[in-house]
C-alpha cells in the first residue's frame, strides 16, 4: 500500500505549530492529558475505506492515516479501539476514548452529544438494491412499500434518512456494513442505504447481484472530529489542524487516493 505523507518542517515536534508540553499550566482537559500520557485514544469502526482490518490485521484507510497524521503533528502515539458504530458515542462519553475520527456526519443531534471541529471530509449516501428482488421495479419509488425491506446500518445518518425517504417500506437494522452488504447480495432485503463509496464498490464487486441504480446521491454529509463537551482547547487545536492540512492539500491528497482510487484494493479483501 502506497503510504501518503508529506515531509512538512511545520508538522515537527520542535516546530512552532506543536503544543510545548512544558511552561504551560497543568488543566484536566483532554488535549492535556494526551500530550502528558503521549497517546491519542482513537475511536474507529469498520467502514470502507473509512476503517479497513487488513488481511494480516493491521488497520489501514483513510481515518487511519488521518489519526495517525494527527497524532503525530501533536508529538504522540495513536492507539485505536474498534467499536461497533451504536458503541462509538457511548465510548466517548465514559472517557473510554479521547477523540472520534470515523467519517461520523455532523448533525445537531448529535451535537447535543459531543463537541465537533469543523468538517474535514465530505460525502454522499447512496442505494444498492438487489437485482433480482427489484428488477420489476420502475423507480425509487418502487421501494416505498411495506413489502419492501431496507437495511442500514443501526445509529448511523443512514438509518433516519432510510426511515424519512421509504417511510412505508420495512427498515432492517445491522450492526456492520459488512452484514447489510450481504443481506443485500443474498437477497435477504431488497436495498441498502449507506455512504459512498461503500455502495459503489458493493455493487462493483457483485455485479450479477447488487445495482446502484442511482445516478446521485440521496444526500450529502459533512464529517468531523468528535470529543467530549468542555474539550474547547481541542476544538481550537483539531481547528487549526484541519485549516492548516487543507492548506497544504494533505487531507485532498489523502481523500483522493482512497475515494477516487483503486490501487489499495489490489491487497485488501474486497468486502466492505
Not at 131 to 139: E, I
Request: some cysteine; charged content about 20%; proline content about 6%.
Amino acid at each position: 500500500m502506497i503510504v501518503l505523507c508529506l515531509a512538512l518542517s511545520w508538522v515537527s515536534p520542535h516546530s512552532s505549530f506543536a503544543i510545548a508540553e512544558s511552561d504551560s499550566p497543568s488543566t484536566s482537559g483532554t488535549l492535556q492529558s494526551v500530550l502528558e500520557k503521549k497517546t491519542l485514544r482513537v475511536g474507529v469502526s469498520l467502514f470502507t475505506p473509512w476503517t479497513i482490518k487488513h488481511p494480516d490485521g493491521q488497520l489501514v484507510g483513510y481515518e487511519i492515516d488521518v489519526a495517525k497524521q494527527l497524532a503525530k503533528d501533536l508529538g504522540v502515539k495513536p492507539e485505536f479501539h474498534v467499536l461497533d458504530w451504536e458503541k462509538i458515542i457511548p465510548a466517548l462519553l465514559n472517557r473510554e476514548i479521547d477523540i472520534i475520527i470515523a467519517g461520523i456526519s455532523i448533525t445537531p443531534q448529535r451535537a447535543l452529544q459531543v463537541n465537533f471541529s469543523q468538517p474535514y471530509d465530505s460525502s454522499g449516501v447512496s442505494l444498492v438494491t438487489n437485482t433480482l428482488l427489484t428488477k420489476a421495479f420502475k423507480g425509487p419509488k418502487d421501494l416505498n412499500r411495506r413489502d419492501v425491506i431496507i437495511a442500514s446500518v443501526a445509529g448511523t445518518i443512514s438509518e433516519d434518512l432510510t426511515r424519512r425517504i421509504f417511510p412505508q417500506s420495512t427498515p432492517k437494522t445491522f450492526a456492520t456494513s459488512q452484514e447489510a452488504i450481504k443481506a443485500v447480495i443474498t437477497g435477504a432485503v431488497h436495498g441498502y442505504v449507506e455512504h459512498e463509496p461503500i455502495t459503489t464498490f458493493a455493487a462493483l464487486d457483485n455485479p450479477d447481484k447488487v445495482d446502484e441504480p442511482l445516478s446521485k446521491p440521496l444526500l450529502e454529509t459533512k464529517a468531523g472530529f468528535a470529543v467530549n463537551k468542555g474539550d474547547a482547547d481541542f476544538i481550537n487545536f483539531l481547528n487549526a489542524w484541519i485549516i492548516a492540512h487543507e492548506a497544504d492539500t494533505w487531507l485532498d491528497s489523502v481523500h483522493n487516493y482512497w475515494f477516487e482510487g483503486v490501487e489499495w484494493r489490489k491487497d485488501i479483501q474486497k468486502t466492505p
